[in-house]
């Protein structure tokens, strides 16, 4: 096959916000595992994953760190979106407080994350429509307004949980320049991948270690 | 080697000489990469050389960039201390940990051998290479991952001595390559754990300020009764830390007269120092002209000492018609009940370490 002079592995560490029981980590276990649980237990500190999503231009494997929603862990965050090359938002389309929240993440981000990171606006519970309190338009406006991507999900129908994912690696894979294939992880290329998603504001580790790199 | 022996040259400074390192290491690796000798060497044995380097120059190193300033030894032992006093009062629902992490008759926990966590993250000291200290963070974080949502954490003593300059180390010295990915997020939770220590604060808890100081210096006390150091504090004396459960009937009256004081305190003082001398009390002997305005916020601060500590003490004697001798038990069986109590608590600490890595 052709493919394979484009064909590029690319690390994404991608990072989930947002509101305490908007779903954040029922949006990774159905993406990362296919699988649902109703009464999932709240995220304590956060946890990791990892998915691999082959497109046609790359391989992407995410790196996703997700996070505990509630407010007191809330000025440890910066820690765990430090580096990301995604920040995907979450809010729960049956709580307007959650959908405020998500407004106050998307901000921070935009103040303190790195300026190329890829944002999505997610509008979780897409299956309690009877319940909604946030309309689809609303969030969309929103999203749109501030230059982020908007996609309205159910981890529990499996709405739009994939094609999610897949946007953003597509994303991912768009910003990530191409170069001859069969590249080694080198010095120079990790010096490319800085210049290209490191936030330049300081590191509580000394270090902008960037987590988008080829592998 | 040259570069161990040109680390002398220069003045200490951690963040210089993690950066020298850095640079080294890169350097060394480019070297290796076009070196005749290497030509042939698969992507890992080159990985396993730099790696090794890595260890031989760090083990070298260690004396000079292991937590070597004061400043750092100070950060270790404020850490240290204030999770041992947290242990004593820490409960799950302080950091928002559901009931369902409590069930301690768990069958997951005849699976996974609970202590094995905090074992893995006590070995951290016994190594000197950055990789190997990560590795044991690794380890414990893991372990715990394995128990994640279901299980109790268990056995206390997750309390790592010098966990502030195992982190720094680890950050300045091991391979910026390496440190991504799982290995930089369980390493950013047990920053975030650190960091939330040293913040930890009574709205980190959502208890109210007088609580968290009164609790804050029961534990204080209840650590002091034992006689233990705190300034000392390692796992070995987390392990010991439980006040012992003095039974009343081997209470002799004069020891009970000394604890009244400290019985006082754990209802919640300031700072409780034996009462024999004029420091908890040093306007027994001033007039009132010598007085000045900044005065009353002490005095108003020893007022109130001095009436919680007489309603305790009224509280206490109160639960007792008998004699005076027998009066005085029943304030050490207060005693005693509040030493279990803590015993109890202190389980807790689990809590605190699972909390971040999990």
């Known amino acids: 096959m052709a493919r394979a002079a484009g064909n590029r592995n690319i690390q994404a560490k991608l990072v989930l916000l947002g509101d305490m029981g908007t779903g954040k980590t029922s949006l990774v276990l159905r993406f990362v595992k296919g699988q649902f649980y ?20 790359a391989t992407i494997k995410f790196d996703i760190w997700d996070t505990a929603g509630q407010e007191r862990y809330h000025s440890l965050a910066p820690m765990y979106y430090r580096g990301a090359a995604a920040a995907v938002v979450v809010y729960d389309i049956t709580s307007k407080e959650s959908f405020q929240r998500a407004k106050k993440w998307v901000l921070e981000i935009q103040r303190q994350g790195n300026p190329n990171v890829i944002m999505v606006l997610v509008a979780n519970k897409a299956d309690l429509d009877t319940k909604r309190d946030v309309g689809n338009e609303e969030g969309e406006q929103y999203a749109k307004e501030n230059g982020l991507l908007f996609f309205e999900t159910s981890a529990k129908t499996a709405q739009n949980v994939n094609e999610l994912f897949y946007e953003i690696a597509k994303r991912v894979a768009k910003a990530v320049p191409l170069r001859p294939g069969g590249m080694k992880l080198h010095r120079r290329s990790q010096e490319r991948g800085r210049r290209l998603f490191c936030c330049s504001g300081s590191s509580p580790f000394g270090s902008d270690d960037c987590n988008i790199n080829s592998w | 080697m040259d570069f161990i022996v040109s680390f002398t040259f220069y003045a200490e400074n951690s963040e210089n000489d993690g950066a020298r390192f850095q640079d080294f290491l890169l350097a060394m690796e480019a070297t290796i990469r076009d070196h005749p000798l290497w030509a042939s060497a698969s992507e890992e044995e080159i990985d396993c050389a ?11 190193l260690f ?33 928002d940990i559901p009931a369902v992490f409590n069930n301690e008759a768990s069958w997951l926990n005849d699976l996974f051998p609970p202590q094995l966590a905090e074992k893995e993250l006590l070995k951290i000291n016994a190594f000197r290479a950055p990789r190997e200290k990560l590795v044991c963070i690794l380890n414990c974080c893991r372990v715990i991952n394995n ?3 279901n299980a109790s954490i268990s ?48 709205k980190s808890l959502s208890i109210g300020e007088a609580e968290f100081q009164e609790s804050m210096q029961a534990a204080r006390l209840a650590r002091k009764r034992t006689g233990i150091e705190l300034s000392h504090a390692s796992d070995e004396i987390a392990a010991s830390a439980f006040p012992p459960i003095r039974m009343p ?25 034996p009462s024999t001398s004029g420091s908890n009390y040093p306007y027994m002997e001033v007039e009132p002209g010598e007085l000045t305005v900044r005065d009353v916020e002490k005095l108003l601060t020893l007022y109130k000492d001095v009436v919680k500590k007489y309603t305790n003490l009224c509280e206490a004697v109160k639960r007792s018609s008998l004699s005076p001798s027998k009066k005085l038990r029943d304030v050490c069986d207060v005693e005693c009940v509040e030493a279990v109590s803590t015993y109890e608590a202190s389980r807790l600490r689990r809590y605190l370490i699972y909390m971040a890595i999990s």
Do not use: C, W
């Not at chain 1, 009464?39 to 998915?51: D, H, L, M, P, R």
């Not at chain 2, 270790?76 to 409960?91: A, H």
């Not at chain 2, 009256?253 to 604890?259: F, P």
């Open chain 2, 50 to 60: 730099v790696e090794g380097l890595e260890k031989y120059v760090m083990t070298k």
């Open chain 2, 155 to 202: 056995e206390d003593r997750a309390n790592p001595p010098k966990l502030h300059s195992n982190l720094k180390f680890i950050q300045l010295y091991r391979r910026q390559a390496k440190l991504v990915s799982e290995a930089a997020y369980y390493f950013t939770n047990l920053v975030s754990v650190k960091t939330f220590i040293i913040d930890l604060d009574a």
């Open chain 2, 147 to 149: 128990l994640l949502l």
């Open chain 2, 249 to 273: 009937n081997d209470v002799k009256l004069a020891d009970s007269l000394l604890t009244m004081d400290e019985m006082a305190a754990l209802g919640g003082l300031t700072d409780a120092k």
């Open chain 1, 38 to 57: 109703d009464y999932q237990e709240s995220t304590i500190g956060a946890a990791f994953f990892t998915q691999v999503l082959s497109l046609n231009e």
């Open chain 2, 63 to 95: 004396s000079r960039t292991f937590g070597s300033s004061p400043e750092d030894a100070r950060i270790d032992r404020e850490i240290s201390e204030k999770v041992l006093l947290l242990q004593n009062f820490l409960r799950p629902e302080h950091l």
